[in-house]
């Protein structure tokens, strides 16, 4: 079975706000928001397993698919290099967390549910705003580096993560196209339902359809609060039966607002899974639940009460 059939076969399950539940939850800190740096810290060598047994637990309960998301958002060449690391040790850092996750399959071999590896790339910029942009040719030249490392690493899957703007995305399909590797593109949008670049989620999606041939896998929305986003599909429409996954936010806060908070917002769980309970009559093809800044186990235990 394939890395596609498998995902339309089931209900799968991910994780929820890495980089938030790791500073607020567990006092960690993370400059730059790069958890993969933990993977250099001896200290910490379980702080990540530790972290997706909580939500594995969860998609065996209930009896689910799992993918695991690397921990590889911010492990790209402008914020690596900020951070000290070069292309030689971004290109480590990205195979050493596959490598992590892989063992992590592995020490839950028996059970019955599909694990999936995704490699998670994120942003050249800060995935809330589009300060500066690139043309498609720009951001292939740009992921190339980390998408290759991902998928040497053993990677199913890339998945593209809190994308603002069409090109950026569409430059990350084109290079696993061309690395024949499957690739998942999750948008993000402000509270009026738009891409921070100003583009609606059916612009971006069918734009990037078309220029990539249908290329991505399949669609997510990320990093907003269902409300923010649910008004931009509850009309019929063919393209949003490409939207099967979605990592909403706990707080209906702006992403300025949360990009300047010191303190987390955990949000209302039992309304985030009522939420999702609607979302799953609006999209007909949404079987991949997870969640994004904020959320927690918990949240992604509330989700499943009220959808699965």
């Given at each position: 079975?394939?890395?596609?059939?498998?995902?339309?076969?089931?209900?799968?399950?991910?994780?929820?706000?890495l980089?938030?539940?790791?500073?607020?939850?567990?006092?960690?800190?993370?400059?730059?928001?790069?958890?993969?740096?933990?993977?250099?810290?001896?200290e910490?060598?379980?702080?990540?397993?530790?972290?997706?047994?909580?939500?594995?637990?969860?998609?065996?309960?209930?009896?689910?698919?799992?993918?695991?998301?690397?921990?590889?958002?911010?492990?790209?060449?402008?914020?690596?290099?900020?951070?000290?690391?070069?292309?030689?040790?971004?290109?480590?850092?990205?195979?050493?967390?596959?490598?992590?996750?892989?063992?992590?399959?592995?020490?839950?071999?028996?059970?019955?549910?599909?694990?999936?590896?995704?490699?998670?790339?994120?942003?050249?910029?800060?995935?809330?705003?589009?300060?500066?942009?690139?043309?498609?040719?720009?951001?292939?030249?740009?992921?190339?580096?980390?998408?290759e490392?991902?998928?040497?690493?053993?990677?199913?899957?890339?998945?593209?993560?809190?994308?603002?703007?069409?090109?950026e995305?569409?430059?990350?399909?084109?290079?696993?196209?061309?690395?024949?590797?499957?690739?998942?593109?999750?948008?993000?949008?402000?509270?009026?339902?738009?891409?921070?670049?100003?583009?609606?989620?059916?612009?971006?999606?069918?734009?990037?359809?078309?220029?990539?041939?249908?290329?991505?896998?399949?669609?997510?929305?990320?990093?907003?609060h269902?409300?923010?986003?649910?008004?931009?599909?509850?009309?019929?429409?063919?393209?949003?039966?490409?939207?099967?996954?979605?990592?909403?936010?706990?707080?209906?806060?702006?992403?300025?607002?949360?990009?300047?908070?010191?303190?987390?917002?955990?949000?209302?769980?039992?309304?985030?899974?009522?939420?999702y309970?609607?979302?799953?009559?609006?999209?007909?093809?949404?079987?991949?639940?997870?969640?994004?800044?904020?959320?927690?186990?918990s949240?992604?235990?509330?989700?499943?009460?009220?959808?699965?």
């Amino acid at each position: 079975m394939t890395i596609t059939e498998k995902l339309n076969a089931s209900i799968f399950l991910t994780d929820g706000g890495l980089e938030t539940d790791l500073i607020f939850n567990r006092g960690i800190d993370l400059p730059h928001f790069a958890a993969f740096t933990l993977l250099d810290h001896p200290e910490h060598e379980n702080t990540l397993i530790e972290y997706y047994d909580d939500y594995i637990t969860i998609a065996k309960k209930h009896q689910t698919g799992f993918i695991l998301e690397s921990a590889t958002w911010r492990a790209n060449p402008d914020w690596g290099y900020k951070l000290g690391y070069n292309a030689t040790d971004l290109t480590k850092m990205n195979q050493k967390a596959i490598k992590q996750l892989i063992t992590l399959r592995d020490k839950h071999k028996d059970y019955i549910g599909a694990f999936i590896i995704s490699g998670c790339v994120g942003t050249r910029g800060d995935g809330y705003s589009v300060n500066e942009s690139m043309t498609t040719g720009e951001a292939q030249k740009y992921h190339s580096l980390q998408i290759e490392a991902l998928k040497a690493g053993g990677a199913d899957i890339i998945s593209a993560i809190t994308m603002t703007y069409s090109n950026e995305a569409i430059g990350i399909a084109k290079v696993a196209k061309f690395f024949n590797i499957p690739v998942v593109i999750s948008f993000t949008v402000e509270t009026n339902g738009h891409l921070p670049s100003g583009e609606t989620l059916k612009k971006a999606i069918l734009k990037t359809d078309e220029t990539t041939g249908n290329y991505p896998i399949y669609y997510m929305i990320n990093c907003a609060h269902p409300t923010h986003f649910m008004t931009a599909i509850e009309k019929d429409e063919i393209w949003k039966s490409r939207i099967k996954g979605i990592r909403a936010n706990a707080s209906c806060k702006s992403h300025e607002e949360l990009d300047q908070s010191t303190k987390i917002d955990v949000g209302d769980k039992d309304e985030l899974g009522k939420l999702y309970a609607q979302l799953k009559s609006l999209l007909p093809n949404l079987n991949v639940y997870g969640g994004c800044c904020g959320t927690d186990a918990s949240h992604l235990a509330s989700i499943c009460d009220y959808t699965l």
